[in-house]
């Protein structure tokens, strides 16, 4: 499963980060590396884009980017 | 006897760097009141911000602020400059004499990752823990001596914002700054070996051997040149043929990836922080973000708040400039006549008066609503909503194909689009930056203000639709609308065509809120106020004197002159014998089927300066005296009686219209264009922006007068 597919309020932690582009780097170097714990906190008011928490602050991503974000439920 | 010359000790150069939004500008601004240069790094259209610091016992600092970035793995022309100044790379800025880094307390992870990327470069350095009543506030203790230790850099505790622990900062600044030490980062074996190669050639490569950073940082030097896009002629240069060499075969042999830094790098954070930081149950500051964010990004009331917000800035634009403008116009005015009452007739009088006077007026009147915009920006960015702004936007922007980030640069153009383009910074990707910037003047923006109300007053009559709609009002609305969705669609055609390509990533930190810094915002006032002046001034003020030139060169003979029944018709006459008036006759061809006749094609020209000068330049060439503004009764009379050749009236309902949807699409400001020159560093983008503009406003116009004609209008 992938972090677009989690919930408002769901936690999670990271698996691996697919891809190899820039999005994809820029993703592990904001701290989505393989085993960090994250949180969805919720969804902008058309649906897209996303805010979640990681290390300590909250981040806001795409759905289409965080569809990258293997995850898996905790 | 000799005297022995002592020459003044060359200021210490110290780079400034840190993530966006860890209190960097605050800091800057702190320690270097406004003792600031503000200019740009050449080639790239990246700000260069720098400014000297009264440290102790007279020691000052020149303080190079780093564009704010999350690491040295650059993804945008900023943060290259960053990793270029950090490494020695740019030519024109050589490498820094010691580091400043700011990091948040509150968010010490994250913050760490460039900070421990800076140290591995070696680089006297010293860390800002910035925020730490926020990180308080937040429950999280860090222990700065701990930290120190850790990391291997002296660690100062500091609020920026209030000026907390800046004197200790300062000292140690004024002093000699260690080489850090930090703690050694464990890679995976392919990118170790290939560091070490590297590392190993720095530390050899003679040209360099007696450089501080290379004795002390070579496998953070090669770290960085291996997870990066440096050209290695480059790379070459400074740090000697066989680094250039080496970096070459190193990136033909294995493809390294920055993010292979990435898992290693946290994980070695992971130690220190856990070390350094306490966490407690209790967050405050969160929880009010928390409770803040409940309502400004709800599904329905983050909207509603969102518009409210957006109205107020946009309404305080127009209604709080109101007076400073006309304040502006009074002292033109009163310039104006204390000038012709005191200079002898004659044309240097006139140029004074009616071309450099007039002409810096134009500009100086638009000042209030360039500060007012950045006030409201400056709030908007300091306390932490412009993060939201873009999270509650971008999907909206992103039907288009543009990032939540263009909003601002979009909205901010509807004051005016100079400050609007240069707002595009904060954009990093090129294709989303130029598209932004290519859509951008066709927001309607204040200059169009006085042809709208010209117009609008002259050809539309006050009828109220339903009983309440001002019909004069809702023409004016609609003008912003159609701006509004001709950029939309021109976006989406750039998007499919010429800056094609998937979309960029958001990936916006969303900050905890915070009471804006006062000194931040009057700052950014006074940077966007200084450099509209100086930008558009000049443009503008050349401009107004070759087109005063124009207007009224060559003068028709005195012969001529003298046959003529009054003045009103002397001016006349004047105007059209200038160049100006040769070039609308011209021209009147490629116009006439907008329903405009040569009088209107001098507008126009008059136009190119600044869209406002249009009305000004109607005056004169309907002669009814230079100091005209948009609510005098004369000119609008002039125009209903001016004719064709063969009797119809020239100004029917439908030429204004013509003229609104004309005024609305052209690109008819040469400031914007040497702007977009300046931002893009090409002619080719403002050519390309003049052509499309004119082209498609050209073609609406001629609709929307056949249209009205249709109509019967």
């Given at each position: 499963m992938t972090l677009a597919d989690l919930n408002p309020g769901e936690r999670a932690r990271v698996l691996e980060i697919k891809g190899d582009d820039e999005a994809a780097d820029r993703l592990m170097e904001m701290g989505l590396v393989e085993d960090t714990p994250i949180q969805v906190i919720k969804f902008a008011?058309?649906?897209?884009?996303m805010e979640i928490a990681v290390r300590g602050y909250h981040l806001t991503l795409r759905k289409m980017e965080a569809a990258n974000v293997g995850v898996e439920k905790l | 006897m000799p005297t022995e010359v002592i020459a003044p000790p060359k200021l210490r150069r110290i780079a400034l760097a840190g993530n966006p939004n860890a209190g960097k500008t605050t800091l800057f601004n702190a320690l270097t009141g406004m003792r600031q240069k503000v200019g740009n790094y050449p080639g790239v259209t990246v700000e260069k911000k720098e400014g000297q610091a009264r440290l102790i016992d007279g020691a000052q600092a020149t303080i190079l602020d780093l564009p704010g970035t999350?690491?040295?793995?650059?993804?945008s022309p900023d943060e290259e400059v960053a990793r270029d100044i950090l490494l020695g790379l740019r030519a024109d800025t050589p490498a820094p004499d010691a580091v400043l880094i700011v990091v948040d307390a509150s968010n010490l992870e994250r913050n760490l990752y460039l900070a421990t990327q800076i140290l591995e470069l070696g680089l006297p350095s010293v860390i800002a823990l910035n925020m730490v009543d926020v990180a308080t506030a937040a429950g999280k203790t860090v222990d700065a001596g701990q930290l120190a230790h850790d990391l291997g850099c002296p660690v100062f505790p500091i609020i920026a914002v209030r000026g907390e622990g800046l004197d200790a900062l300062r000292a140690e600044l004024a002093g000699d700054l260690p080489i850090p030490n930090p703690p050694a980062l464990d890679l995976p074996p392919a990118l170790e070996s290939a560091r070490t190669q590297l590392a190993r050639a720095i530390e050899t490569d003679s040209d360099n051997a007696a450089d501080v950073a290379v004795t002390s940082g070579p496998r953070g030097i090669a770290l960085r040149l291996l997870c990066g896009n440096a050209s290695a002629a480059t790379v070459a240069r400074v740090y000697g043929e066989n680094v250039g060499r080496v970096l070459d075969e190193v990136r033909a042999q294995n493809k390294v990836r920055p993010a292979q830094e990435s898992g290693p790098r946290y994980k070695m954070l992971g130690a220190v922080v856990t070390n350094a930081l306490e966490q407690s149950g209790r967050e405050l500051s969160q929880d009010f973000t928390d409770r803040a964010d409940a309502i400004l990004t709800h599904r329905v009331w983050g909207i509603v708040a969102f518009a409210a917000i957006v109205l107020l800035v946009f309404q305080s634009i127009y209604t709080f400039a109101n007076l400073p403008m006309a304040w502006i116009e009074a002292l033109q005015t009163h310039s104006q006549t204390f000038l012709s009452a005191h200079l002898p007739d004659g044309p240097l009088r006139d140029l004074l008066v009616d071309g450099v006077v007039a002409g810096v007026g134009a500009v100086l009147v638009f000042l209030p609503q360039i500060l007012i915009l950045f006030f409201f920006i400056g709030i908007l960015e300091d306390s932490g909503y412009m993060a939201r702004a873009a999270f509650i936007m971008d999907k909206t922007m992103g039907r288009v194909g543009l990032h939540g980030r263009s909003f601002i640069p979009l909205l901010s153009s509807f004051a005016c689009a100079i400050p609007g383009v240069m707002a595009?910074?904060?954009?990093?990707s090129r294709r989303d930056r130029m598209t932004t910037i290519l859509i951008a003047p066709l927001m309607s923006c204040s200059a169009r203000l006085p042809v709208y109300t010209l117009m609008i007053g002259a050809f539309i009559p006050e009828r109220y639709l339903f009983?309440?709609?001002s019909q004069r009002a809702t023409v004016m609305f609609s003008m912003y609308v159609l701006g509004v969705v001709v950029a939309m669609a021109a976006a989406y055609v750039f998007k499919k065509t010429i800056f094609k390509g998937p979309p960029p990533a958001l990936l916006l930190e969303l900050p905890p809120y915070k009471v804006p810094a006062p000194r931040n915002v009057i700052v950014t006032m006074w940077e966007r106020g200084s450099q509209f002046l100086i930008r558009a001034g000049t443009t503008i003020f050349a401009l107004s004197v070759i087109l005063w030139f124009a207007l009224n060169y060559p003068k028709p003979s005195p012969s001529q002159l003298a046959a003529q029944p009054d003045d009103n018709a002397r001016v006349a006459l004047i105007a059209r014998n200038s160049a100006a008036g040769t070039v609308g006759r011209f021209i009147e061809p490629t116009i006439a089927p907008l329903g405009y006749n040569w009088k209107i094609g001098v507008g126009l020209i008059g136009a190119m300066a600044a869209r406002e000068v249009f009305v000004s330049t109607m005056g004169t060439v309907y002669s009814v005296g230079a100091n005209t503004d948009e609510e005098s009764k004369p000119l609008r009379q002039k125009l209903g009686e001016d004719h064709w050749p063969d009797g119809r009236p020239v100004w029917t309902t439908a030429t204004a219209i013509s003229i609104l949807v004309y005024f609305v699409i052209a690109m008819q400001c040469v400031s914007t264009l040497a702007v977009v020159k300046r931002e893009t560093n090409s002619w080719k983008w403002p050519i390309f922006m003049q052509v499309y503009m004119t082209g498609l406003a050209w073609i609406a116009a001629f609709i929307a007068f056949h249209g009205a004609k249709m109509f019967g209008l």
């Amino acid at each position: 499963m992938t972090l677009a597919d989690l919930n408002p309020g769901e936690r999670a932690r990271v698996l691996e980060i697919k891809g190899d582009d820039e999005a994809a780097d820029r993703l592990m170097e904001m701290g989505l590396v393989e085993d960090t714990p994250i949180q969805v906190i919720k969804f902008a008011p058309m649906g897209d884009p996303m805010e979640i928490a990681v290390r300590g602050y909250h981040l806001t991503l795409r759905k289409m980017e965080a569809a990258n974000v293997g995850v898996e439920k905790l | 006897m000799p005297t022995e010359v002592i020459a003044p000790p060359k200021l210490r150069r110290i780079a400034l760097a840190g993530n966006p939004n860890a209190g960097k500008t605050t800091l800057f601004n702190a320690l270097t009141g406004m003792r600031q240069k503000v200019g740009n790094y050449p080639g790239v259209t990246v700000e260069k911000k720098e400014g000297q610091a009264r440290l102790i016992d007279g020691a000052q600092a020149t303080i190079l602020d780093l564009p704010g970035t999350y690491s040295l793995t650059p993804k945008s022309p900023d943060e290259e400059v960053a990793r270029d100044i950090l490494l020695g790379l740019r030519a024109d800025t050589p490498a820094p004499d010691a580091v400043l880094i700011v990091v948040d307390a509150s968010n010490l992870e994250r913050n760490l990752y460039l900070a421990t990327q800076i140290l591995e470069l070696g680089l006297p350095s010293v860390i800002a823990l910035n925020m730490v009543d926020v990180a308080t506030a937040a429950g999280k203790t860090v222990d700065a001596g701990q930290l120190a230790h850790d990391l291997g850099c002296p660690v100062f505790p500091i609020i920026a914002v209030r000026g907390e622990g800046l004197d200790a900062l300062r000292a140690e600044l004024a002093g000699d700054l260690p080489i850090p030490n930090p703690p050694a980062l464990d890679l995976p074996p392919a990118l170790e070996s290939a560091r070490t190669q590297l590392a190993r050639a720095i530390e050899t490569d003679s040209d360099n051997a007696a450089d501080v950073a290379v004795t002390s940082g070579p496998r953070g030097i090669a770290l960085r040149l291996l997870c990066g896009n440096a050209s290695a002629a480059t790379v070459a240069r400074v740090y000697g043929e066989n680094v250039g060499r080496v970096l070459d075969e190193v990136r033909a042999q294995n493809k390294v990836r920055p993010a292979q830094e990435s898992g290693p790098r946290y994980k070695m954070l992971g130690a220190v922080v856990t070390n350094a930081l306490e966490q407690s149950g209790r967050e405050l500051s969160q929880d009010f973000t928390d409770r803040a964010d409940a309502i400004l990004t709800h599904r329905v009331w983050g909207i509603v708040a969102f518009a409210a917000i957006v109205l107020l800035v946009f309404q305080s634009i127009y209604t709080f400039a109101n007076l400073p403008m006309a304040w502006i116009e009074a002292l033109q005015t009163h310039s104006q006549t204390f000038l012709s009452a005191h200079l002898p007739d004659g044309p240097l009088r006139d140029l004074l008066v009616d071309g450099v006077v007039a002409g810096v007026g134009a500009v100086l009147v638009f000042l209030p609503q360039i500060l007012i915009l950045f006030f409201f920006i400056g709030i908007l960015e300091d306390s932490g909503y412009m993060a939201r702004a873009a999270f509650i936007m971008d999907k909206t922007m992103g039907r288009v194909g543009l990032h939540g980030r263009s909003f601002i640069p979009l909205l901010s153009s509807f004051a005016c689009a100079i400050p609007g383009v240069m707002a595009t910074r904060t954009i990093s990707s090129r294709r989303d930056r130029m598209t932004t910037i290519l859509i951008a003047p066709l927001m309607s923006c204040s200059a169009r203000l006085p042809v709208y109300t010209l117009m609008i007053g002259a050809f539309i009559p006050e009828r109220y639709l339903f009983g309440f709609l001002s019909q004069r009002a809702t023409v004016m609305f609609s003008m912003y609308v159609l701006g509004v969705v001709v950029a939309m669609a021109a976006a989406y055609v750039f998007k499919k065509t010429i800056f094609k390509g998937p979309p960029p990533a958001l990936l916006l930190e969303l900050p905890p809120y915070k009471v804006p810094a006062p000194r931040n915002v009057i700052v950014t006032m006074w940077e966007r106020g200084s450099q509209f002046l100086i930008r558009a001034g000049t443009t503008i003020f050349a401009l107004s004197v070759i087109l005063w030139f124009a207007l009224n060169y060559p003068k028709p003979s005195p012969s001529q002159l003298a046959a003529q029944p009054d003045d009103n018709a002397r001016v006349a006459l004047i105007a059209r014998n200038s160049a100006a008036g040769t070039v609308g006759r011209f021209i009147e061809p490629t116009i006439a089927p907008l329903g405009y006749n040569w009088k209107i094609g001098v507008g126009l020209i008059g136009a190119m300066a600044a869209r406002e000068v249009f009305v000004s330049t109607m005056g004169t060439v309907y002669s009814v005296g230079a100091n005209t503004d948009e609510e005098s009764k004369p000119l609008r009379q002039k125009l209903g009686e001016d004719h064709w050749p063969d009797g119809r009236p020239v100004w029917t309902t439908a030429t204004a219209i013509s003229i609104l949807v004309y005024f609305v699409i052209a690109m008819q400001c040469v400031s914007t264009l040497a702007v977009v020159k300046r931002e893009t560093n090409s002619w080719k983008w403002p050519i390309f922006m003049q052509v499309y503009m004119t082209g498609l406003a050209w073609i609406a116009a001629f609709i929307a007068f056949h249209g009205a004609k249709m109509f019967g209008l």
